[in-house]
């Protein structure tokens, strides 16, 4: 008995089982919170690996230094946020990710909007904080992507993105925004579902646009407020945190105007840590919310505590 209790074990030893297959998947990417009696879900579409050494008008040696010293890499994986908001009366989106125009890491919008309980055909009203492909490709190139909802920029981005003559003139690295804009947006103001503001306007009781000028030229950022709770969705005032929280100053290759995209981040910078309000954003670490402080003579993010809705 012995020796066939040891001829079976021996072979038991021999046996090779095959290690679990790696899966190479994330859990849906969707994020919830309350804000007084509001219900806000970031949607991830994504993220992508953005070369910001040669981006952001820093010294490349700094961005390194900055990324290293924050445990992070160049190309530095980057997330693509962006927010619902459920007000009790109205299903609104604030940006809808890149969709096919910002390479294959990105398009999961919808997938990830259908996980966090909602369907396309449920979003009342789109919010764009302006018209660059990584915020408006979700769209796609026909409204049935959102059948019932319309879409709401400020005027100077629909004016000077939806212009032939401004696309034709573009240089050539900006042609590709213009075609893709024009077959995003372009289609729903065909179909009569673009509609303008123009400045800071109330879209909603409890929703307001407000200018950031300077990133594009009708850039807009999003106040929620329910209750005295306020979260300020920043858009693409920023686009790397561990630099430009440090220094607010640093401008990236792709603002239309750098010098006016710097005041409008030092501003909102400042309130948002005077205020104490939460912000969110389009490139923070998904889910991009939490709060900006005063940290020497620049600022740092702190991260929303993670939370359960009850």
Not at 22 to 32: D, S
Not at 84 to 107: A, E, R, S, W, Y
Not at 223 to 242: P, T
Request: hydrophobic share 40%; with cysteine.
């Amino acid at each position: 008995m012995k020796l066939i209790i040891a001829i079976a074990l021996s072979l038991l030893q021999s046996l090779s089982f095959a290690a679990a297959p790696f899966a190479k998947t994330q859990a849906p990417g969707y994020y919830r919170m309350m804000l007084g009696d509001f219900e806000v879900t970031a949607i991830c579409d994504g993220t992508s690996n953005l070369p910001f050494d040669k981006w952001l008008h820093t010294p490349p040696a700094a961005t390194h230094k900055a990324l290293k010293d924050a445990f992070l890499d160049t190309p530095t994986e980057t997330s693509f946020n962006a927010f619902v908001v459920n007000t009790g009366q109205k299903l609104v989106m604030i940006d809808v990710g890149g969709g096919n125009l910002f390479g294959p890491t990105l398009g999961n919008l919808i997938a990830n909007l259908k996980a966090a309980g909602y369907q396309p055909e449920q979003i009342d009203d789109i919010y764009i904080t302006h018209m660059h492909p990584d915020h408006i490709g979700g769209l796609g190139t026909s409204p049935s992507v959102f059948p019932n909802a319309f879409i709401h920029a400020d005027k100077r981005d629909a004016d000077y993105w939806l212009n032939e003559s401004n696309k034709a003139t573009a240089h050539e690295a900006d042609k590709d925004y213009f075609k893709g804009i024009i077959s995003t947006v372009g289609e729903y103001a065909k179909a009569g579902k673009l509609k303008t503001f123009d400045g800071k306007t109330q879209l909603l009781p409890g929703v307001t646009a407000i200018p950031s000028y300077g990133h594009t030229p009708g850039h807009t950022r999003y106040l929620v407020e329910s209750k005295g709770q306020k979260l300020m969705l920043l858009g693409d005032l920023l686009h790397l945190g561990v630099i430009q929280f440090k220094d607010p100053s640093v401008t990236i290759v792709f603002d239309s105007d750098a010098r006016q995209a710097m005041a409008s981040r030092q501003a909102v910078f400042k309130d948002a840590a005077e205020e104490a309000y939460l912000v969110g954003a389009a490139h923070l670490q998904f889910p991009g919310l939490g709060h900006i402080r005063r940290h020497g003579k620049g600022y740092e993010f702190i991260p929303a505590n993670y939370t359960v809705p009850r």
